[in-house]
């Protein structure tokens, strides 16, 4: 999408950002399903998706999750100010107020991405390995498969321990390669660790937060850095975002239904089958 405001390029940004908002959230792999939206339109002759357009995609679907968890947001905001008074004062609460202790929760789930830092542009490049992002979708396949299958746990953010949340943070990391569903490996970690799978699916999207908000930081450094801002193309890109915003809000409504029963089967068979059915592809158009 390299040129103006025109059809094929609005319709692409329409395509792109419903495919990120269906499958940020969904457990099916947004960065699996666009690199391979980018693949076949490659193929096709449209032009590669600029590295800023990913960012405002992924902040679109950011959007989504403040809006979902909002009072979930806000409380921990009220928190955090509470805590630096009372770490002032000398005052700590006993017992800590549950959104306090989820800060807590989330900066460690988080520091496992530092550790995919020093290799982030290997990562990023493999997006561009189709035969691996297919072989990771069929990956998290698995993984969906397994979770709907674990006893149901009982932990929340009162009695999760910082070990269980390090494992879900190291599930994340892994999760940065493109193929391997973020919330659904997160969310799968979560089930294995014990979470109550309300609790499993809020605490992925919160910890989306701080992941996605860092990515885009560094993205957006890159796409500066490289002039690869199209300044006239800003219109289309916004088309896109709305879309990634309206769709992620509207799955992330669905996902809570769907893992409230122990349903995350039904993925697995579609990362499977889209998996096959890309490696398939891959060969015949090779």
């Known amino acids: 999408m390299t040129g103006g405001l025109n059809p094929l390029s609005l319709l692409s940004s329409i395509l792109l950002g419903l ?47 403040f809006a979902a968890y909002w009072q979930d947001i806000r409380d921990m905001i009220v928190e955090l100010i509470d805590g630096v008074r009372d770490l002032v004062r000398g005052t700590t609460p006993n017992p800590i107020p549950p959104a306090r202790r989820m800060i807590l929760l989330i900066i460690v789930g988080t520091l496992p991405l530092f550790v995919v830092l020093p290799v982030k542009d290997l990562v990023e490049g493999l997006s561009g390995n189709i035969y691996f992002v297919a072989g990771a979708l069929i990956v998290t396949g698995f993984l969906l498969f397994a979770s709907d299958r674990v006893k149901k746990g009982r932990k ?20 940065t390669c493109p193929g391997i569903s973020r919330s659904g490996t997160t969310i799968t970690a979560g089930c294995f660790v014990g979470f109550d799978r309300k609790f499993a699916v809020r605490f992925s999207f919160l910890l989306s937060i701080p992941a996605v908000l860092g990515a885009n930081i560094l993205t957006l450094k890159d796409a500066i850095q490289e002039n690869s801002i199209i300044v006239s193309d800003i219109p289309v890109y916004l088309v896109g975002v ?7 809000y509207i799955c992330i ?34």
Do not use: N
């Open 253 to 286: 409504r669905l996902l809570k239904m769907i893992a409230d029963k122990g349903k995350f089967g039904w993925f697995a068979y579609y990362c499977w089958a889209v998996g096959l059915i890309v490696l398939a592809l891959t060969l015949v158009l090779k």
């Open 19 to 65: 495919i990120q908002g269906l499958a940020e959230f969904l457990p099916i792999s947004s960065s699996g399903h666009l690199a391979i939206a980018e693949h076949f339109l490659g193929q096709a002759g449209v032009p590669a998706t600029p590295d800023f357009f990913d960012v405002l995609l992924h902040l679109g679907t950011l959007v989504a999750v």
């Open 156 to 175: 929340t953010e009162r009695s999760a321990k910082l070990l269980d949340v390090l494992l879900v943070g190291i599930a994340q990391a892994i999760a």
């Open 242 to 248: 709305a879309v990634a915003a309206v769709v992620g």
